[in-house]
């Protein structure tokens, strides 16, 4: 499976851990950046994250700034796309469960290393439920 993963200046440090741990457990990722703390603009980076995501159905993606808000907000302009703004391992579970959410969101400035791993995996290895969550998921898209 690859993995798009994009972040601002404020998550650049976080997606450099979260590269290197998926690395190491066997995901290939494609990086759309940012690739330093310099001071850039979310939107360039959270539009092609949600565009692989989009148009590769199954795909799951990673994007990153300082409050998730704001990326997450740009991913979610995309018909396709239903990011998740997680900061605990059991709101990525149930964005996967319940929600059939296709993009995580985190907020560099607000969780550790460890917080953002245990969800990541969390997201990444969990399912959607379907049923009664379906007909629900089916009601987002305008």
């Known amino acids: ?3 798009p993963i994009g972040a601002d200046h404020a998550g650049f440090s976080l997606k450099e851990e979260l590269i290197s741990y998926l690395k190491q457990r066997g995901y290939k990722l494609k990086d759309f950046g ?13 539009h092609p994250v949600a ?7 199954g ?5 990153i700034c300082g409050s998730g808000n ?3 907000m740009t ?11 997680c900061w605990k ?3 990525a579970q149930l964005a996967r469960e319940h929600n059939d959410a296709n993009i995580i969101a ?7 290393t460890k917080q953002a791993i245990e969800m990541v995996d969390t997201f990444l290895t969990t399912s959607f439920e379907g049923g009664r969550h379906q007909r629900r998921v089916d009601k987002i898209s305008c």
Do not use: T, W
């Not at 565009?51 to 159905?57: A, F």
């Not at 991913?75 to 703004?85: E, F, V």
């Not at 985190?106 to 550790?112: D, E, G, K, V, Y």
């Open 51 to 57: 565009e692989m995501v989009e148009n590769n159905p």
């Open 59 to 63: 795909m799951l993606g990673i994007i």
């Open 1 to 3: 499976m690859i993995i």
């Open 89 to 91: 391992k059991e709101i």
């Open 34 to 46: 940012c690739y330093s703390e310099d001071s850039i603009d979310y939107p360039d980076y959270a």
């Open 75 to 85: 991913a979610n302009k995309h018909q396709g796309i239903r990011s998740a703004l």
């Open 70 to 72: 704001g990326i997450n």
């Open 106 to 112: 985190l907020p560099a400035r607000f969780i550790s």
